[in-house]
């Protein structure tokens, strides 16, 4: 070989030594560079990093271990692994480390064990390792991903805490609780539920919430579930109808609300289910008393004058034809003032109970006060009206006297007069038939009464129109020419209160001083906005005698009704303090009675007339107290400083349970507000007696007094009759 071909041997051997070098820089580089990437990724991770030699010696560590463990990392390097756990633990943990040692098959990471760790200060804090091996050129290494699960615990014990208060809760809730599915499938149910419906809770958690629920309720509850599940609310509210294992219904109040998981996707509803059974029974007893005649249990004004003109509506839009009666005992005045309101009430109550077995089961009677009756008769024209009419006077007749004798007073045979308006062709409403009706009936009175008068609508409004605008002039006259008087029914306390107590009665006196009592006259004073004159006229006569008690020195009480149109009347409150001032006393003595019939024009408007006239010493009722459905929302809006009993409740007392029971509760009421109570309508020692064991604070009534003129109590300022 020349020298050319081992120079060009060596120039090969050359390039091939600088390649191998170039590859063996090459390799140095990237191991370089993984071994920076590899300690990177070690000391951003999260968890304490500890890699391990397979006699379990640690030999690399990040700075996470430093900082949980709190041992440098020149102090971690070099020990056993085993000196970070505590001794109990030990043997777990090499358990665990053994899948991992050279003669050991598993080689994918392990599944997390969980244990406690030990600080260097000796302290323990609870940790999950995960291992997994890691070859390198010194052999198989095993890395362990420590992680301190010290807030994870105390997140689990503080869920696991909630779920047990959570379960506590829901099975020893006093309401019905269900997890019910999205599907609508009860997925665990609570005793107060099982109780509620009668099932056990196996059955319930085998069925769905559709299966218990009313058919007419369950496609409102799936619509609401579908609003709840797409989002558009978070829980719903309704009165629903459960089904009892025995088929009766179950009223309950339910609460449905959405339960969703950590990503916001429903999971279930959490459904509370309230038994109201003893409300809606309540609920109805209250709707009955709001509806119905106490004494009777027919239907009242209110809810007669709804039915008529429903009735009416009905005629007007499908014809037909129809009547209403104006019913009116005759001379029932006498049966009260002769034998006292109890026989007078167990009259009205027989009557009552004699007209509905003579009628139909589609007809509607009603008491709409006094010895006042209506009835309804759909679908009849004038002749069957008519017969209708006659056949409840002729029942009356044929009872002859109703009532037996008492205390040698002769009893009377009962009759009744009776008005008839017809409602074919419908129009108007319901309290004008019931007027058309009314003036029928005195038709029939003047007729000599015990007859029926039909309303004839061609002559009789005309008539009526007359006959009001009549009485209308004659009270006009009798305030120009001062022919109205006042009577005074006494008060008496049924306390240590001395001072003499009345409440002022109006009488309007006839063309020959015969006394014409106030039902006869008010209805056309305030139909001609002349009841606020006689009001007024009321007022200033009261201030003048309480002006002239206190020139004498003798302390009084005075109690003025007032109708609704004076209370909303905005300047009456200066007129009144205008008369005191020119009487020169404050209204201390002066008590301004006004009936829930009243009040209920105008609540705000009656509030502020209470206390305007409070600004001025004067005292406020609240007259007929239970008598009406709202008596209790006037204890809430009104200023008062009296409750005055309804008489519904005083009469019987001695033998009623029922009304025992409401008049002691309406005391206690009274007093828990500071107010203090009259009992209307006493007519016995008896009721006094019990009314006193109550605690009532005043009584009035037959028993206390009869109504009398002013000089039978000497009461001057004030001409008496």
Not at 110 to 122: H, I, V, Y
Not at 524 to 551: H, N, S, Y
Not at 658 to 668: A, F, G, I
Not at 688 to 702: K, M, P
Request: hydrophobic share 40%; glycine share 8%.
């Amino acid at each position: 070989m020349g020298p050319g071909v081992y120079a060009e041997q060596r120039a090969r051997l050359s390039r091939a030594y600088v390649r191998i070098l170039a590859l063996l820089l090459r390799r140095d580089q990237l191991v370089a560079r993984s071994e920076r990437r590899f300690r990177a990724l070690l000391e951003t991770a999260p968890d304490a990093i500890v890699i391990v030699d397979w006699h379990g010696h640690i030999q690399l560590v990040n700075g996470q271990a430093e900082r949980i463990f709190g041992w440098t990392r020149e102090e971690l390097i070099g020990q056993n692994i085993a000196e970070l756990i505590p001794e109990r633990f030990r043997r777990r943990h090499r358990e665990h480390l053994k899948g991992y040692l050279p003669d050991a098959h598993a080689r994918e990471m392990g599944t997390g064990l969980e244990l406690f760790a030990r600080r260097k200060d000796g302290s323990e804090f609870p940790v999950e390792i995960s291992l997994g091996p890691l070859q390198t050129d010194r052999g198989l290494l095993v890395s362990s991903s420590i992680r301190d699960i010290t807030e994870r615990r105390r997140a689990e014990a503080a869920l696991r805490e909630a779920e047990e208060q959570f379960r506590a809760a829901f099975e020893a809730a006093p309401v019905g609780m269900a997890l019910v599915g999205i599907d609508r499938r009860v997925l665990q149910a609570n005793r107060a539920l099982c109780d509620i419906v009668g099932y056990s809770r196996e059955e319930l958690e085998a069925t769905t919430a559709d299966a218990i629920t009313h058919p007419d309720d369950a496609a409102e509850d799936a619509a609401e579930t579908a609003r709840l599940v797409a989002g558009q609310a978070q829980r719903y509210r309704a009165e629903r109808r459960l089904i009892h294992v025995a088929g009766h219904v179950v009223p309950v109040d339910l609460s449905v609300a959405v339960v969703n998981d950590a990503d916001g996707v429903p999971r279930h509803l959490l459904v509370q289910a309230n038994d109201i059974t003893e409300r809606k029974r309540f609920e109805g007893q209250l709707q009955y008393l709001a509806d119905h005649d106490p004494l009777t249990g027919t239907f009242n004004r209110r809810r007669f004058e709804q039915e008529l003109d429903r009735e009416l509506a009905r005629v007007a839009r499908y014809g037909g034809g129809g009547a209403v009666l104006a019913i009116d005992l005759d001379h029932f005045k006498y049966v009260n003032d002769t034998l006292g309101h109890s026989v007078g009430d167990e009259l009205i109550a027989r009557v009552s109970r004699l007209f509905d077995d003579r009628l139909r089961d589609s007809d509607t009677i009603a008491r709409l006060g006094g010895d006042e009756f209506a009835v309804i008769l759909p679908g009849v024209g004038r002749d069957e009206a008519t017969t209708v009419a006659e056949s409840l006077l002729s029942a009356l007749r044929l009872q002859g006297h109703m009532l037996p004798a008492r205390d040698g007073v002769r009893p009377r045979r009962v009759s009744a007069s009776i008005g008839i308006a017809l409602l074919e062709g419908g129009g108007r409403n319901g309290e004008e038939k019931l007027v058309e009706a009314d003036i029928a009936m005195y038709d029939a009175k003047e007729a000599g009464r015990d007859c029926l008068r039909v309303f004839d609508a061609r002559q009789d409004r005309q008539f009526r129109m007359a006959a009001r605008l009549a009485w209308a002039d004659r009270i006009k006259d009798a305030l120009d020419e001062e022919r109205f008087v006042l009577h005074a029914r006494p008060i008496v306390s049924l306390g240590e209160d001395p001072v003499p107590r009345h409440e002022l009665l109006i009488r309007m006196l006839g063309e020959r001083d015969d006394l014409i009592p106030p039902g006869t006259f008010l209805y056309i004073a305030e139909r001609f906005d002349l009841i606020q004159r006689i009001d007024r006229w009321v007022l200033q006569q009261a201030i003048a005698i309480l002006a002239d008690a206190k020139r004498r020195g003798r302390p009084l009480h005075l109690g003025v009704n007032l109708s609704a149109k004076s209370i909303t009347d905005p300047t009456l409150p200066a007129f009144v303090a205008e008369q005191l001032a020119g009487a020169g006393i404050d209204g201390s003595g002066l008590c301004v009675e006004v009936t829930e019939t009243a009040a209920i024009v105008n609540v705000e408007r009656a509030r502020e007339f209470a206390h305007q006239l409070a600004d001025l010493g004067c005292e406020f009722a609240l007259d007929d107290f239970g008598a009406g459905f709202a008596s209790f929302y006037y204890l809430k809006h009104m200023v008062f400083d009296y409750v005055k009993i309804d008489g519904e409740f005083i009469r019987k007392l001695p033998e009623s349970r029922v009304n025992q029971l409401v008049v002691r509760s309406v005391v206690d009421l009274a007093k828990g507000l500071g107010k203090r109570t009259i009992a209307e309508y006493v007519t016995d020692a008896a009721t006094l007696e019990l009314l006193r064991g109550y605690g009532v604070d005043y009584a009035q009534g037959y028993h206390i007094g009869h109504p009398a003129p002013l000089d039978a109590f000497d009461l001057a300022g004030v001409r008496s009759a």
